[in-house]
């Protein structure tokens, strides 16, 4: 799924919608507004609020019902979110953006808090722990630049693939991140 409405992209600048999405397209499973709401802290009728707000935009669609059919499920209305070309609306774009890299920041922060907890309580790592973070810079020619993308999305994809329907529930084990592929810009004058 490609976005690339600007309103649709906006709709997406809430930390709480991206939770939603990530969890959705991520699982692959459906999920309640109520099983949502928990992951994100937020009541079931906010919650509601929310999915229907992502479901206005195509993001998620309601799906079949299960058990009693009390409570609506909702899905993810594809299988990968996209947000489009960069040709239109900057600014939309730029607050989505804003939206996940504060989501990340947060999500570093409390990890580098648990691990400064576990260290000060004499915790020892497991040895094959990875960083919080890594960052760096890799010498390619154009030809390799996209090789070299391709394939780290595509191990991504290996291991998505790897996780059974059960280890996708509301309760299974997440581990997240977030590739960016820059190139250098070279510096104007000013």
Not at 22 to 30: P, Y
Request: hydrophobic share 40%; glycine share 6%; charged share 30%.
């Amino acid at each position: 799924m490609v976005i690339s409405d600007p309103q649709a992209i906006r709709a997406l600048a809430h930390e709480a919608r991206l939770e939603v999405l990530e969890e959705l397209f991520a699982s692959q499973s459906t999920r309640t507004a109520t099983e949502l709401a928990s992951r994100c802290n937020l009541t079931p009728s906010a919650m509601s609020y929310h999915l229907r707000a992502l479901e206005k935009y195509g993001y998620v669609e309601r799906a079949a019902s299960e058990g009693d059919g009390r409570e609506r499920r909702w899905k993810a209305a594809g299988d990968q979110l996209v947000v489009g070309s960069l040709t239109e609306s900057t600014a939309a774009k730029n607050a989505f953006l804003n939206v996940q890299l504060n989501a990340f920041r947060e999500r570093l922060s409390v990890e580098i808090n648990r691990r400064d907890a576990e260290r000060k309580a004499g915790i020892e790592p497991s040895p094959g722990r990875p960083p919080v973070l890594t960052t760096g810079m890799v010498f390619l020619r154009k030809e390799l630049q996209e090789e070299f993308a391709q394939r780290v999305y595509g191990l991504v994809d290996e291991y998505e693939a790897m996780a059974e329907p059960e280890e996708r529930g509301v309760e299974g084990e997440r581990i997240y991140y977030m590739l960016s592929f820059l190139p250098e810009v070279a510096a104007t004058d000013s």
